[in-house]
């Protein structure tokens, strides 16, 4: 609805079918027309997906949670691009402690009646330049901003309808709370 691929009634009356499918095929139809339709074979397929990075470390791609949970967190590789979708349901992403294998990580984050929590680390500089609409698409006071040279750039951005995405930034594990406001 946001790109101009469904009126909002279109979308209101796939989102009350939404709510109401029992089976992926099901939600699978209400997408098989628009440009989308990788975020339902993503959670048909697997929760999670994977390419291999060149020295055989996997780097994870994507995130669903459909009236579910899912998790991103500890010593995980991320390349440039990582999705996370959520309907109904919740994802949290902590990448203090992943392997970034670009200098330049983009989130496209969605979440419809549901929410995802990204965590980035102290050091990143943090773009957020999502939408909610009867929703929120925030950071926290101190996560967007600049970080320091030669650590990661992260840009989030997308959609929480009737739901939310929250980007915080947290200092590293065991390190206590930690203020920004310099």
Do not use: C, W
Request: hydrophobic share 40%; aromatic share 2%; no cysteine.
């Amino acid at each position: 609805m946001s790109q101009g691929h469904l009126s909002p009634a279109e979308y209101e009356e796939r989102a009350e079918k939404a709510v109401a499918a029992k089976t992926f095929g099901e939600l699978d139809s209400l997408t098989d027309d628009l440009p989308v339709n990788q975020l339902t074979t993503a959670a048909v397929a697997t929760s999670r997906r994977v390419n291999q990075a060149s020295a055989g470390v996997e780097v994870i791609t994507s995130r669903v949670a459909v009236m579910s949970g899912s998790e991103l967190k500890g010593r995980v590789a991320v390349g440039e691009h990582l999705n996370a979708f959520a309907m109904m349901g919740g994802i949290e992403i902590d990448l203090r402690d992943a392997e970034f294998t670009s200098d330049q990580l983009t989130i496209r984050a969605n979440a419809i009646m549901g929410g995802i929590e990204i965590v980035v680390p102290h050091d990143a500089t943090v773009r957020i330049t999502g939408m909610g609409i009867m929703g929120g698409f925030s950071g926290s006071r101190n996560a967007e901003g600049k970080g320091v040279p030669g650590a990661p750039t992260i840009t989030v951005s997308g959609l929480a309808i009737m739901g939310g995405v929250e980007v915080v930034r947290r200092s590293p594990h065991g390190q206590g709370k930690m203020s920004l406001d310099k």
